[in-house]
T-cell receptor, first 111, second 113 residues
């Protein structure tokens, strides 16, 4: 069964705007990772956040984790057309460290 | 190598034939994962290796699927008697330990005709 579920399924914004994607999961996690995928091939690793962390940053990316709500969010600030891609969260939960993926959010950034 | 390497990049095979997919993880990474992704879908977990052992094979969809890892490095995923529903992109990832970032290869696109 899928552990991470992203919301929304699709997001369309203008260049320069911020994009926020959410991920919900069902059971307590060990860690949660966010990935970007272009053109249905390899996934690019963005950020890993552990269960004892609340926020992490990498460049224009900000990931938050709320374990009480069993959710995480990925914020992309000042979006660019090159950010157009599918974004996935992958949660490693319970006694397992295997990343379990959701169906992803498709982000389109219009120039 | 610098990243996870998968071969072949693309594979077209006839229904009923066997195929082998290869994954070269990042050097020194102990954990290795296989997933598959059908068009427009998320990633479906297949199997996980820690070193040469496979503590979790729960995702393998049928007994036609098998995988091995030798020397704690290269892994091969074998699909016997391929079916059309096996068509997908097969992705491999590796991580230094089980609790660190998992990095993916570019995948093998398998088409069964």
């Amino acid at each position: 069964s899928q552990q991470g579920e992203e919301d929304p399924q699709a997001l369309s914004i203008q260049e320069g705007e911020n994009a926020t994607m959410n991920c919900s999961y069902k059971t307590s996690i060990n860690n949660l990772q966010w990935y970007r995928q272009n053109s249905g091939r390899g996934l690019v690793h963005l950020i890993l956040i552990r269960s004892n962390e609340r926020e992490k940053h990498s460049g224009r990316l900000r990931v938050t984790l709320d374990t009480s709500k069993k959710s995480s969010s990925l914020l992309i600030t000042a979006s660019r057309a090159a950010d157009t891609a599918s974004y996935f969260c992958a949660a490693a939960s319970g006694g397992s460290y295997i990343p379990t993926f959701g169906r992803g959010t498709s982000l389109i950034v219009h120039p | 190598g610098a990243g996870v390497s998968q071969s072949p990049s693309n594979k077209v095979t006839e229904k009923g034939k066997d195929v082998e997919l290869r994954c070269d993880p990042i050097s020194g990474h102990t954990a290795l994962y296989w997933y598959r992704q059908s068009l427009g879908q998320g990633l479906e977990f297949l199997i996980y290796f820690q070193g040469n052992s496979a503590p979790d094979k729960s995702g393998l969809p049928s007994d036609r699927f098998s995988a091995e890892r030798t020397g704690g490095s290269v892994s091969t995923l074998t699909i016997q008697r391929t079916q059309q529903e096996d068509s997908a992109v097969y992705l491999c990832a590796s991580s230094l330990t089980e609790d660190t970032e998992a990095f993916f290869g570019q995948g093998t696109r398998l088409t069964v005709v």
